[in-house]
């Protein structure tokens, strides 16, 4: 029932592989959000595109090349990824940055580099 | 200093019992307040806001106090679809865009 939508569900890729995880909202949210969650800890923020600009990149190595192509949709494209990248990978949006920002979550992509 | 802080738990609650707990945060400036729950390799679901003035949703109840800066969440009549993590996320008043998450605490209703 989640209004946000991610595929692929799960993933898995060899360290010199290319893939691009895929998300969408159909809420009218203007800010979409990537989180990456390893086991048994909190989601860990990525990047935030408010407007398809993007707002946060919170250090995030080259590797991982975020992309918004309209308000509706958000790519995550991978490369040379490393076994320690292997995690969940969680889309989020809200309707704008701005207070209260409840973000509302997508299912997320199992992700495991070989 | 965690920013924000949770008792991981297991929190074990008999099925029907009424289970409380709290999340304290550090950023005195913080705006807003939520409580998700996560299941187990799901994605964290809102489970409700919380306002100044407290706010319930049937069986749960979730209070901010400012001055100590901590939120609770109360949970009465225990089901066992309860039993999840729950989450304590706190929004920074200085960058909308970023929440703050506590580590989770663990509730597990049983029968």
């Not at chain 2, 049937?58 to 901010?64: E, H, K, N, S």
């Amino acid at each position: 029932d989640t209004e946000v939508t991610q595929t692929p569900k799960h993933l898995v890729m060899g360290m010199t592989n290319k893939k691009s995880l895929k998300c969408e909202q159909h809420m009218g949210h203007r800010a979409m959000y990537w989180y990456k969650q390893k086991a048994k800890k909190p989601p860990e923020l990525m990047f935030v595109y408010s407007y398809e600009k993007l707002s946060i990149n919170e250090s995030v190595p080259s590797r991982f090349s975020p992309e918004c192509p309209n308000s509706s949709l958000l790519n995550l494209h991978l490369h040379a990824l490393q076994p320690e990248d292997s995690a969940l990978y969680l889309c989020a949006s809200s309707q704008v940055l701005t207070s209260p920002n409840e973000q509302f979550f997508g299912p997320g992509t199992r992700l495991t580099v070989l | 200093r965690k920013e924000v802080e949770q008792d991981p738990g297991p929190f074990n609650v008999p099925e029907g019992a009424t289970v409380a707990f709290n999340c304290t945060y550090s950023n005195s400036a913080s705006q807003s307040f939520f409580w998700y729950r996560q299941d187990c390799r799901k994605e964290p679901k809102l489970l409700m806001s919380v306002y100044s003035s407290g706010n319930e949703d049937g069986r749960f109840t979730a209070q901010l106090n400012r001055a100590s800066q901590y939120i609770s969440l109360l949970i009465r009549d225990s089901k066992l679809s309860d039993s999840a993590t729950y989450l304590c996320v706190v929004s920074e008043g200085d960058s909308w865009g970023k929440l703050q998450f506590g580590a989770g605490t663990q509730v597990v209703v049983t029968p």
